[in-house]
């Protein structure tokens, strides 16, 4: 059973989830627009990635036999400037995720919510990838600067990117 609290907080965090799912979907429209489709493919994949975040904090508020409040969803900027940009705001947005599962990390902690600790770990693992990605994609990008042919370069290595879904709660 989880707190009054603790519900509202997961349940933000599901918002915030979808928020990114959002961001990353027009960031991938907003590369593919640019005839960048190897940053599209990896702006969708991390759509999806946020998607699945947002649907594993669902299933948990649910298996905890509380209700599920869904808001409104923020629009993205749609401005994003150059890839460089991109991903330093991606990086930016990623730490603001992150502070935000700390947060609720922290209040788990002090309610002695044992369950909900164990649950979040897999998002403070997440995290830690995330924000690695986007650093190393942001160290490329500074290395190759305004060349279009590391550009391509690195386009056509994001082209390959794939998402793959986490285990089911039952998989593991």
């Not at 946020?50 to 869904?70: C, F, P, R, S």
């Not at 693992?125 to 690695?132: H, V």
Request: some cysteine; aromatic content about 12%; charged content about 25%.
């Amino acid at each position: 059973m989880l707190s009054e609290k603790m519900t509202g907080a997961l349940n933000d965090q599901i918002n915030k989830e979808m928020y990114s799912a959002y961001l990353y979907m027009d960031m991938s429209a907003h590369c593919t627009y640019a005839g960048l489709n190897g940053f599209a493919n990896w702006f969708m994949v991390q759509y999806q990635e946020e998607m699945t975040h947002a649907m594993k904090i669902y299933d948990y508020i649910n298996d905890q036999g509380e209700k599920i409040v869904l808001n409104a969803i923020e629009k993205p900027p749609g401005n994003f400037g150059t890839p460089l940009e991109m991903f330093e705001a991606t990086l930016k947005h990623e730490q603001f995720i992150t502070k935000s599962i700390h947060d609720i990390v922290d209040l788990a902690n002090g309610e002695k919510d044992y369950a909900t600790q164990i649950f979040l770990q897999w998002f403070v693992t997440e995290q830690i990838e995330e924000e690695a990605n986007d650093n190393e994609l942001i160290a490329k990008l500074k290395l190759v600067g305004n060349d279009g042919n590391g550009l391509f370069m690195i386009d056509k290595e994001l082209e390959s990117r794939t998402f793959t879904a986490p285990a089911k709660k039952n998989d593991q």
